[in-house]
Nanobody
């Protein structure tokens, strides 16, 4: 069983930056594809970015060029660096760990609010 704990969400002004962290425990972190998802009020949860065990990354079109996902296997942590934040980035951000469709874990989420 993998436990995921997100942190780093807060209120930030448009154009600002935040770095989200997701600390994992209880599993072999390095084998998992790690992802960040977000859910805004009244909307479905959507993929933001993923990083595979080999380090390949993929991003939603809406965040390409602004967000960067990375992982530190020695620290069992995945990060989401968010730059150029926009009000439409406001959402609860969730961390996900997935292994070949056989297991799927979620964190509790961290709130990101972009507002002046």
């Amino acid at each position: 069983q993998v436990q995921l704990v997100e942190s780093g969400g807060e209120l930030v002004q448009p154009g600002g930056s935040l770095r989200l962290s997701c600390a994992a425990s209880g599993g072999i972190f390095s084998i998992y594809t790690m992802g960040w998802y977000r859910q805004a009020p009244g909307k479905q949860r959507e993929l933001v970015a993923v990083i595979t065990s080999g380090g390949s990354t993929n991003y939603a079109d809406s965040v390409k060029g602004r967000f960067t996902i990375s992982r530190d296997n020695a620290k069992n942590t995945v990060y989401l660096q968010m730059n150029g934040l926009k009000p439409e980035d406001t959402a609860v951000y969730y961390c996900n760990a997935e292994y070949k469709g056989l297991s799927d874990y979620w964190g509790q989420g961290t709130q990101v609010t972009v507002s002046s």
